[in-house]
């Protein structure tokens, strides 16, 4: 079962999809197994972080472009290379385990859509396997 979500994006930033990734869950029926959660973007990515202090989605974001700025050493034509590094360091996927019909996430945890070059509408994936 793939489930495919777009949202729009800010120029920089992470959304939280995990009430998404719970509705696809629900709709789907599975009561135990795994889900992945795919990007098929090359400058945006998925991730699992903090859910509380909406600093740390700032500082996410403040960090990522300390780590990887925009260098003069770059070719790439677009002009986006920090963001392609910053897709790649991140990645395009995670696995979540499904429990009791939901996404098992600690407490302190939500499921995150990374944008590195938006704003843009974007998609992504959720595949869910029953076992
Ligand atoms: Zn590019």
């Given at each position: 079962m793939i489930f495919e979500y777009k949202l729009n994006t800010p120029s920089q930033g992470l959304v939280d999809i995990t009430s998404e990734l719970c509705e696809a869950i629900k709709e789907s029926g599975v009561n135990e197994g795994i889900c992945v959660v795919f990007c098929p973007h090359t400058t945006a990515a998925v991730t699992i972080n903090e859910?509380?202090?909406?600093d740390v989605r700032s500082d996410f974001v403040a960090g990522m472009d300390r780590i990887f700025p925009d260098m003069e050493?770059?070719?790439?034509?677009?002009?986006n290379s920090d963001a392609h590094l910053k897709s790649s360091a991140v990645g395009a996927s995670e696995v979540i385990i499904i429990r009791k019909g939901k996404?098992?996430?600690?407490?302190?945890q939500g499921v995150y859509f990374c944008e590195?070059?938006?704003p843009r509408t974007r998609k992504f994936y959720v595949k869910i396997m029953k076992g």
């Open positions: 859910n509380a202090d909406p050493i770059f070719r790439h034509r677009e002009g996404p098992l996430l600690g407490t302190w590195f070059d938006g």
